[in-house]
């Protein structure tokens, strides 16, 4: 679990602006994914990464920007923060073995 | 793509019992089923998973059984603990892909 860290781990911010989140892993695992977590609808995919400069759109992707210019990293930019937004984040990555490890979660809250 | 329905969504049982919770899937190319459990405040942590090609799997008082015909798979915990009180979600994998999506969660409340 300590492989998989994200931060900031809470953040307050306002309608408008924008926002990055960081997600890094040390195990070199290919996969990496970013899900939010809202009551009532358990974990959704927003983007995933099958490797560096592979990225893909999940089932919640609107509003929301990702990058990944190298395997350990893989940030999360929402462009324009709404209070729809306003969610707990998960980022998670895996190799082909299927496991995904999530990192501690990132409590964003926007206003 | 993939739909996981799971149910209970909350759960009650008195320590010791056996706790059931099922999930559907509909496509019928998922070959991977991980369940997560997550504490209040912590990230999901797997607990156990069962491929496409098995039927059950047991580790200690965790087992999950996976019925392909029927596409559902439940996951159950025998002689419940007060550590066992957590969200547990399901999820299924999609046979081509990376791409795990879970179900809702069920909220189980061991009472002492």
């Known amino acids: 679990d300590a492989g998989i860290t994200q931060s900031p781990r809470y953040k307050i911010t306002e309608t408008g602006r924008q926002v990055t989140l960081m997600c890094h892993q040390t195990?070199?695992?290919?996969?990496m994914f970013w899900y939010r977590q809202d009551l009532g609808h358990g974990l959704r995919l927003i983007y995933y990464s099958a490797a560096a400069d592979i990225t893909d759109k999940g089932e919640v992707p609107d509003g929301y920007v990702v990058s990944r210019s190298k395997t350990e990293n893989f940030p999360l930019t929402l462009e324009s923060a709404t209070r729809s937004q306003t969610s707990v984040y998960f980022c998670?990555?895996?190799?082909?073995?299927?496991?995904?490890?999530f990192g501690p979660g990132t409590r964003l809250t926007v206003l | 793509g993939e739909n996981v329905e799971q149910h209970p969504s909350t759960l009650s049982v008195q320590e010791g019992d056996s706790a059931v919770i099922k999930c559907t899937y509909s496509d019928s190319a998922s070959n991977y089923f991980p369940w997560y459990k997550q504490e209040l405040g912590k990230r999901p942590q797997l607990i156990i998973d069962i491929r496409s090609n098995v039927g059950e799997k047991k580790d200690q008082r965790i087992a999950v059984t996976l019925n392909k015909t029927a596409k559902h798979f439940s996951l159950h915990i025998t002689e419940t603990q007060p550590e066992d009180s957590a969200v547990y979600f399901c999820a299924a994998r999609d046979g081509g892909y990376q791409k795990v999506t879970f179900g809702t969660g069920t909220k189980l409340q061991v009472i002492p």
């Open positions: 998670a990555s895996s190799e082909r073995k299927d496991t995904q490890y």
């Open positions: 195990w070199s695992h290919s996969y």
